[in-house]
């Protein structure tokens, strides 16, 4: 697999700028493994070259090694709708991505049931310049929405990921807050109580402009890709943080934020301690 670059409505890659994406994907895979919806990436000959599980298991198939190296058109696209939506795969390749950024169309399961999904498309480009791939973000159009009742299955997925996560929506709102993420707090003596409360009133010390990144994220719909250095309790603090947008139709309602260590200084704190 080599790159990424954007994922519409769940998670969302706009060109970042990013000089190898290929080790972003590598970063990414496991957390984009689990999102809700299909997540899929085709090669110019719509080929599968990676959909996600929640992807494999809405397509009722047992595992990816079903589906990739296949393509997408004749395994998973209706016969009577499979020729136009080659049309539309074919013009997106050919860099005419604006018309078809957002698509219905019908997908066909292993267990032949019809499901209707909108997709979020975009394209990844190679070193030439010239659009090599597709990458698209599908939803069944019942389900457009970050439901509730799935925020316990992604709590269990969050809580065994390395990275701090955290959650928050329009109004800043602390909504999720992951193990890893309680732990830097008890750390850096900050307090565990946190959902529902603002997170610029949990963190302080939080510069003006990444409260400008969150706005931005919310207003444009694009991943946030930075590096931060912060010195709080005395420690200073190397990370890396994506900030990623939840959509609702067209509306981005949630931020999901992925905060990566990059000098292990909580990871060495916290086991001196232990």
Same mark, same amino acid.
């Given at each position: 697999?080599?790159?990424?670059?954007?994922?519409?409505?769940?998670?969302?890659?706009?060109?970042?700028?990013? %000089?190898?994406?290929?080790? #972003?994907?590598?970063?990414?895979?496991?957390?984009?493994?689990?999102?809700?919806?299909?997540?899929?990436?085709?090669?110019?000959?719509?080929?599968?070259?990676?959909?996600?599980?929640?992807?494999?298991?809405?397509?009722?198939?047992?595992?990816?090694?079903?589906?990739?190296? %296949?393509?997408?058109?004749? %395994?998973?696209?209706? #016969?009577?709708?499979?020729?136009?939506?080659?049309?539309?795969?074919?013009?997106?390749?050919?860099?005419?991505? #604006?018309?078809?950024?957002?698509?219905?169309?019908?997908? #066909?399961?292993?267990?032949?049931?019809?499901?209707?999904?909108?997709?979020?498309?975009?394209?990844?480009?190679?070193?030439?310049?010239?659009?090599?791939?597709?990458?698209?973000?599908?939803?069944?159009?019942?389900?457009?929405?970050f439901e509730k009742q799935k925020i316990g299955d992604y709590i269990k997925i969050f809580d065994i990921l390395p990275e701090a996560i955290h959650i928050i929506d329009r109004e800043f709102k602390i909504l999720f807050f992951n193990k890893v993420f309680e732990k830097w707090n008890k750390i850096l003596g900050?307090?565990?109580?946190?959902?529902?409360?603002?997170?610029?009133?949990?963190?302080?010390?939080?510069?003006?402009?990444?409260?400008?990144?969150?706005?931005?994220?919310?207003?444009?719909?694009?991943?946030?890709?930075?590096?931060?250095?912060?010195?709080?309790?005395?420690?200073?603090?190397?990370?890396?943080?994506?900030?990623?947008?939840?959509?609702?139709?067209?509306?981005?309602?949630?931020?999901?934020?992925?905060?990566?260590?990059?000098?292990?200084?909580?990871?060495?704190?916290?086991?001196?301690?232990?």
């Open positions: 697999m080599e790159e990424l670059t954007r994922l519409k409505n769940i998670i969302v890659f706009k060109d970042a700028e990013i %000089k190898n994406l290929k080790n #972003e994907i590598e970063k990414l895979k496991n957390i984009i493994s689990f999102f809700p919806g299909i997540i899929v990436i085709l090669d110019k000959y719509g080929l599968i070259e990676f959909i996600n599980k929640e992807g494999v298991e809405i397509l009722h198939y047992s595992s990816e090694e079903e589906l990739i190296g %296949k393509n997408w058109f004749d %395994k998973c696209i209706p #016969e009577n709708i499979r020729d136009s939506l080659k049309f539309v795969f074919n013009k997106i390749i050919e860099g005419h991505i #604006e018309e078809s950024k957002y698509y219905e169309n019908l997908v #066909e399961t292993k267990i032949k049931t019809l499901k209707l999904i909108g997709w979020r498309n975009s394209y990844i480009k190679d070193e030439k310049g010239n659009i090599s791939k597709t990458i698209s973000y599908g939803i069944e159009i019942s389900k457009e929405s900050f307090t565990t109580d946190v959902i529902g409360k603002k997170l610029f009133d949990i963190f302080p010390f939080l510069p003006e402009k990444v409260k400008e990144e969150y706005e931005k994220v919310f207003n444009t719909g694009d991943i946030l890709i930075t590096k931060e250095k912060n010195f709080i309790s005395g420690k200073e603090i190397l990370t890396e943080t994506r900030k990623i947008p939840i959509f609702e139709k067209e509306k981005v309602i949630n931020v999901i934020t992925f905060i990566r260590e990059i000098a292990d200084t909580l990871k060495n704190y916290e086991d001196n301690i232990l």
